[in-house]
């Protein structure tokens, strides 16, 4: 029923004009009830000359003329018709009052993710309707973030998914055209072949590892982010990167196991993107009610406009096919900090490199 919010509107507005026409008329007929002679009796008028009644004696009174009886059938009849002036005026300020969600339902309508770009830029004063606008127009600008989002992942997966297939099309043509291919030819490309599957097998988790820490909930493990700094530190450096390591105690609470990659991206990206002799600096601590991660590296300089990209799915700020990153280790910090409802901040050092901090809530009770 299309019509229903407004017929509900327009019988509200009609109950309470009825309701105060019947109220009205019952403070009518109570105060006409305490006027003397009340509900068709009136006072006779005595007799005149030596038959008066004497000062102060009860007066007598008797039935009213039919004339000056109240006639309460009049104000039923105007109660009736207020009634039906009343449903009128509320079907059209029910219109009315609803014209406005009319409007933003039909442009809703005709918003899809071909023109998502719209808005629906209600005017007038800034009531609860205008805000209810505002608050659809920030969701649709967040949505058409997001879809263009998704379409720039979906050409740059197909993209790194597609130049892997073509290296390996090659290393399988290679020795079938040549006639004189022997059997160490043969290897040498299955080497090859092997070394290209495995980076596409890297690719694949880093996407489903991407994927599945969008969607998860942190957890209510409990764990020190200096433990698990110092366990993937073991085991990871560059000869020409000096490593400075101060590890508080900070305590966290969710997925181990995604932090564990949070923390290791961090550390990869930030030994991976140094230069000789350079310098990466993690720190874990309690700052406040948060307990805080914060890496930090010398490096090539970055500008401060590309920092927010670097975090987007595929962008490195210089781009490499066979340098065995995918350019997802930063989007998926990102997307694991979110799920775990920590702040994540990054900054360009002016002389190279880049400041990454974590703040995530300590646990209560902590």
């Not at 489903?208 to 366990?231: N, W």
């Not at 500008?303 to 210089?318: A, G, M, W």
């Not at 998926?332 to 409802?341: C, D, K, N």
Request: one cysteine or more.
């Amino acid at each position: 029923m299309p019509y229903r919010l407004r017929l509900r509107l327009t019988l509200l507005h009609c109950l309470m004009a009825v309701a105060s026409g019947t109220l009205l008329l019952l403070v009518m007929y109570g105060l006409a009830r305490q006027l003397p002679g009340h509900l068709g009796y009136a006072a006779r008028p005595g007799p005149i000359g030596p038959f008066a009644p004497e000062p102060g004696a009860p007066v007598r009174v008797g039935p009213r003329a039919a004339g000056d009886r109240i006639d309460l059938a009049l104000p039923t009849f105007a109660l009736l018709i207020v009634g039906v002036v009343s449903l009128a005026l509320g079907w059209l300020v029910a219109g009315r009052t609803l014209r406005p969600v009319r409007t933003m339902t039909e442009r809703l309508r005709r918003i899809s993710d071909h023109n998502v770009h719209e808005r629906l830029s209600l005017t007038g004063p800034q009531d609860e309707l205008k805000n209810l606008a505002d608050t659809v127009d920030g969701l649709l600008g967040r949505l058409e973030a997001a879809l263009d989002a998704h379409k720039r992942f979906v050409a740059n997966a197909a993209h790194e998914l597609r130049t892997p297939l073509t290296v390996e099309h090659a290393l399988l043509e290679e020795p079938l055209i040549d006639p004189d291919a022997d059997a160490a030819a043969f290897r040498a490309n299955f080497e090859r072949l092997l070394a290209v599957n495995e980076q596409r097998t890297r690719l694949l988790e880093s996407l489903l590892t991407l994927a599945g820490s969008a969607e998860v909930r942190a957890g209510d493990e409990p764990f020190d982010l200096a433990s698990v700094a110092a366990r993937t530190l073991e085991g990871r450096g560059r000869e020409d990167v000096e490593i400075d390591a101060v590890l508080d105690p900070a305590p966290v609470a969710g997925d181990p196991a995604l932090i564990d990659r949070l923390v290791a991206n961090l550390c990869d990206n930030a030994l991976h993107y140094n230069v000789p002799r350079g310098r990466v600096e993690i720190r874990t601590g309690r700052s406040g009610g948060t307990s805080v991660l914060r890496i930090a590296n010398t490096g090539p300089v970055v500008p401060p406009e590309k920092v927010d990209e670097l975090f987007e799915p595929f962008q490195r700020l210089h781009r490499t096919a066979d340098d065995g990153h995918q350019g997802l280790g930063l989007s998926i910090v990102r997307a694991i900090a979110t799920a775990h409802g920590a702040a994540l901040t990054a900054r360009a050092r002016p002389h190279g490199g880049l400041t990454v901090q974590i703040a995530f809530t300590t646990p209560q009770g902590e």
